[in-house]
């Protein structure tokens, strides 16, 4: 055995801790991050999933996603549809267009929908509320909004309109790539968005970038712990992938699949009871079948592409984005192809937090 490797010890006390919803510490967590040697990873791989089986179930849960306007008041470093990118077609659906594309869904087994935009003030407080309103009357879905910050009066507004989840990633806890990455941001107002969010008993999403420039292995370690710190009830990860219109376009160093999974993998162990999607990050060019492995290594939700087709081309916050090409309900029937293949099911329901003592 290699210095490197994991000890019989180690897997044992990490194996009972985590099935009984332990934290681990953040060396244990450098630990996991850094074996490379097949056995472990194995090893890794196979606990995460059990740890997935046993907390969340063998349903896949699916959130229908509506990139509705690529319109964006921020600056974000990394973001393909940052507000000072030219090179990029802006579009904005109407409320009736998307409305009608979310009518679409049920029949194909979705149960939620997923309302994602740049900041885009055109959809204010009212209007978004609006638009809340009217896919609650005319339909049964659970509504999660993804809209960037706002303050603690409009999202308990959009509460009130329907709206059952929020997600808004911290992106990094390292305080100074934050700052470094965000011209328009603050990480303590960011963090304060989340627990606001929290507060009001919006079910929660957060999470954070793998690989962003600047960042450690134990940046990661206190990624995953945040997770857990902040009592996510859903976690959404992916790697940094460099666009060439930002000002990040030259970071040629770009995380691995495998580096990429085990951190999936980790963060499953980490936070066993949360909502954790097989991002479509994980399957950009050139990592093709990434989102397969990621639902076999810990994620138990998956987010079909519903947004129009001709929309998809201006909506690539990163190069190389699965699904572009496709349209319409192509997405959805690939999503319940994949699930069958993998011998799970398609949840059924609205698939809510299981964290069920905050309600
Ligand atoms: N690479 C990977 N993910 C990105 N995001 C934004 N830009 C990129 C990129 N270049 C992620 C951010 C954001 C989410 C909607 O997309 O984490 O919160
Ligand atoms: Fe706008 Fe979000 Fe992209 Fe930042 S990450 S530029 S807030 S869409
Ligand atoms: Fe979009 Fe397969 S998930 S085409």
């Known amino acids: 055995m290699s210095e490197d490797s994991l000890s019989e010890i180690f897997k044992a006390e990490t194996e009972s801790k985590v099935l009984r919803n332990q934290s681990l510490s953040e060396d244990e967590i450098v630990s996991l991050l850094m074996s490379e ?21 063998d349903a896949v849960f699916l959130r229908g996603i509506i990139e509705f306007s690529n319109y964006c008041r921020k600056n974000c470093f990394y973001c393909g549809i940052r507000r000072d ?24 087994g979705i149960t939620t929908v ?22 609650k009357a005319e339909t049964d879905l659970a509504v999660t909004l993804s809209l960037g910050e706002r303050n603690r009066e409009t999202y308990e507004y959009w509460r009130d309109c329907g709206t059952d989840r929020y997600l808004i990633r911290f992106e990094t806890s390292n305080r100074d790539v934050f700052r470094a990455l965000h011209p328009d941001d603050d990480y303590d107002k960011r963090l304060n968005c989340i627990r606001n969010l929290k507060d009001l008993g919006v079910q929660t999403g957060s999470g954070f970038m ?13 990624d995953i712990l945040l997770c857990r710190e902040l009592n996510l009830d859903m976690i959404g990860i992916g790697p940094f992938i460099p666009h060439p219109d930002t000002p990040l376009s030259q970071v040629g160093k770009r995380p691995g699949l495998e580096f990429c999974l085990r951190v999936l993998a980790v963060t499953r162990l980490v936070n066993p009871d949360a909502h ?6 994980f399957d950009a060019h050139p990592h093709k079948g990434g989102r397969q492995l990621a639902l076999q290594r810990g994620a138990n939700v998956f987010m079909p592409n519903m947004t129009p087709q001709k929309y998809r081309q201006s909506y690539q916050l990163y190069p190389g ?5 496709e349209g319409g309900a192509q997405c959805a029937y690939c999503t319940q192809w994949r699930i069958d293949i993998l011998g799970r099911t398609i949840g059924e329901g609205p698939g809510h937090t299981i964290k069920l003592q905050k309600f």
């Open 85 to 108: 990118n030219r090179r990029l077609k802006r579009y904005r659906m109407t409320v009736d267009e998307i409305v009608r594309t979310a009518i679409e869904m049920e029949p194909l």
């Open 210 to 222: 793998i690989g962003l420039p600047g960042t450690t292995i134990e940046d990661i370690a206190h």
């Open 276 to 281: 954790i999607p097989a991002t479509t990050a």
């Open 321 to 325: 984005k699965a699904c572009v090409d």
């Open 37 to 57: 040697e097949p056995r472990d990873v194995n090893w890794l791989y196979d606990l995460a999933d059990r740890v997935r089986a046993r907390f969340m179930g």
């Open 114 to 135: 997923v309302l994602q935009s740049g900041e885009d003030m055109r959809f204010n407080r009212d209007l978004t509320g609006e638009l809340i309103r009217r896919i």
